[in-house]
């Protein structure tokens, strides 16, 4: 497992985002950490803007199936540029990344999330969706790691938060942190899968659970 920086900063899961096939990284990455992200997680990696903002793994999520992104996102070229199909999340709360947990088969999103956008997420994504947060925290997409071998969540998480998430994504959370002691995992981690890169801060210890949670040992 290896570490890195995006954009010169250790939180490489606001700046970025990938699953099983595909890896969005923003427009001034070095081609250097492109081809390292390529390497380990074995995808293509593409570098875009989203919602015109370099802070991709925060405005976007997507599993194999397609991309969500925030209304003003130029959809039609990054869906060529992919080679996916990109749906639009209408609505206030729409830093996607941030607010949705996703997988291939489900997601977990904000609690104040409307039902009809709930909806919209689910066809897009083609996953059974359900509010809740981890830990308290409502943007769950960063408070948690999910791939479709495991799920990494923030320190806190309760009883009945645990079983929601494993009822939902089928799988025992493991609690974990990221870069020397962030609770907020999801910042610090790209993973899916077949390997997970994390941020340049994160501890020989956090490295551990990180691949222990996520089913890479």
């Not at 749906?87 to 039902?115: R, S, Y």
């Not at 994504?169 to 997970?196: D, H, Q, T, Y």
Request: charged share 20%; hydrophobic share 40%.
């Amino acid at each position: 497992m290896q570490t890195i920086n995006i954009m010169d900063t250790s939180v490489i899961g606001v700046f970025s985002t990938c699953t099983e096939d595909v890896c969005l990284v923003p427009q001034g990455t070095r081609q250097e950490i492109a081809e390292k992200i390529e390497k380990r997680l074995d995808v293509s990696v593409y570098k875009c803007l989203v919602n015109d903002s370099i802070l991709v793994g925060s405005m976007c999520r997507g599993n194999s199936n397609g991309f969500l992104v925030p209304e003003n996102t130029k959809t039609d070229v990054l869906s060529k540029q992919i080679g996916k199909p990109v749906t639009v999340m209408p609505g206030k709360l729409n830093a996607v990344g941030n607010i949705l947990l996703a997988n291939d088969t489900a997601g977990l999103v904000h609690p104040e999330m409307p039902d009809n956008i709930i909806k919209i997420i689910g066809d897009a994504l083609k996953i059974d969706v359900r509010k809740g947060t981890i830990a308290g925290i409502n943007t769950v997409g960063m408070a948690g790691c999910v791939t479709n071998k495991g799920l990494l969540v923030s320190p806190g998480v309760t009883e009945a938060e645990t079983a929601l998430l494993e009822d939902l994504f089928g799988f025992e959370p493991v609690v974990g942190s990221v870069n020397f002691g962030s609770r907020m995992v999801g910042s610090g981690i790209l993973a899916n899968s077949k390997g997970c890169l994390a941020g340049s801060e994160t501890s020989g210890y956090e490295l551990g659970r990180i691949l222990t949670a996520l089913g890479l040992e």
